[in-house]
């Protein structure tokens, strides 16, 4: 086996999990695992694709990304995420995947430490030991609803630490972290000399008044973050493989130095069709974002009638984390035999991590709503057989 496979820890691959075995399997099967919108991509971003690819705009590119696309989206950050970026410090990536890929691989080095805060992203940890660096795992407070606390984070910190990686809104605990828990976050990679790694691929996605904050936008903290986005959820452009980074201009050439080498730059025709979802009519965002608050509500309130279970309304995203511990089974048990009694796809909460343990994560945005109350029609009955 090669050196560098033999450095990547089973469990940290890319792994779609209940998908995996649910595939290919005969039946009628509900799907709410993978975390991908049900909607179709707004039909101006196509178009305004179409007409790139019709204008001829087939051709190598700005390898940052096309310079209009990074003006339009520093000024959506400045307006929306109260950051004040230039276009020379973004980058456009292929998904939020590869501007993740290239802030580990140009920040951490051999012997590192990068700490993950739990229930974590599993995708994060191939990535750190990649770079030849270790995830450190922080647990967030589940019983104060997955909130950061302080010192679960900072008893993580060692003289190897070199980062913190945030998900906010979090997937997939649903939380919107309030201004004071990011504070905590800053204070601690000021005071200990930290990069934080920011993923805000959820950040349209909020619910009940939710205020999303960019952690970048709090005092001292502009010089050390990195910011990733993506058309992927609020767009519903999963396919498309498009998103972007921001960062301070003396962290860029780093970067650059990454996805360069990786992809040389992301398709050029369409980032015509990202920037006309950028620039576009917010309507439809809007109807999007009411369609996944309509399909929220179902679920919560459906797995709140269901024995054994308990459910949070999450603030942002577009999954719900159900608590299965009253079961006393295991979550992984409860996943198999959901897919295997009631035909409905849903992941264990383990797959984030021994702090998702006792959890299902259920994709209430992967499905319709007629689909969504069958799924919870058939997991009410295995429940209640339970």
């Known amino acids: 086996m090669p050196r560098f496979a033999r450095r990547i820890t089973q469990t940290s691959a890319k792994d779609f999990g209940m998908f995996a075995r649910a595939y290919g399997r005969p039946g009628d099967l509900i799907h709410l695992e993978l975390g991908r919108p049900i909607e179709d991509t707004p039909a101006h971003i196509k178009e305004a694709t179409i007409a790139a690819l019709r204008a001829g705009h087939v051709h190598y590119s700005d390898l940052q990304g096309l310079p209009e696309l990074r003006h339009a989206l520093a000024a959506k950050m400045a307006r929306e995420n109260d950051t004040n970026y230039s276009a020379d410090e973004v980058i456009v990536t292929n998904g939020l995947t590869q501007a993740s890929f290239a802030a580990f691989m140009a920040f951490l080095d051999a012997g590192d430490e990068a700490i993950l805060l739990a229930p974590y992203y599993p995708q994060h940890i191939g990535k750190i ?50 201004r004071d828990e990011l504070q905590v976050l800053a204070d601690l990679a000021i005071e200990h000399d930290l990069v934080v790694v920011s993923d805000e691929v959820y950040e349209r996605i909020t619910f009940d008044g939710a205020a999303h904050v960019s952690i970048a936008s709090l005092p001292g903290m502009r010089e050390r973050t990195i910011t990733m986005f993506a058309f992927t959820k609020a767009y519903a452009m999963d396919g498309w493989r498009l998103g972007w980074l921001a960062a301070d201009q003396r962290m860029i050439g780093a970067l650059m130095k990454i996805t360069t080498n990786e992809v040389t730059h992301v398709n050029t025709f369409i980032q015509h069709g990202a920037l006309a979802a950028i620039t576009g009519p917010g309507d439809a965002l809007a109807d999007l974002v009411a369609g996944d608050r309509e399909r929220r509500d179902l679920a919560v309130r459906r797995l709140n009638q269901m024995p054994g279970a308990t459910c949070a309304a999450p603030q942002g995203t577009i999954y719900a984390f159900a608590d299965i511990r009253a079961t006393g089974l295991p979550a992984q048990v409860v996943a198999q035999r959901l897919l295997d009694e009631a035909g409905v796809v849903v992941e264990a909460g383990s797959f984030y991590g021994a702090a998702g343990e006792g959890h299902l994560r259920i994709c209430f945005g992967a499905v319709d709503l007629a689909q969504l109350s069958q799924a919870m029609d058939r997991m009410q009955g295995f429940f209640n057989a339970l």
């Open 129 to 178: 030991e990649l770079a030849g660096a270790r995830a450190v795992i922080a647990d967030l407070d589940a019983e104060n609803g997955f909130a950061i606390r302080r010192d679960l984070i900072e008893a993580r910190i060692t003289p190897r630490t070199r980062m913190i990686v945030l998900i906010n809104p979090c997937n997939p605990t649903g939380r919107v972290y309030s």
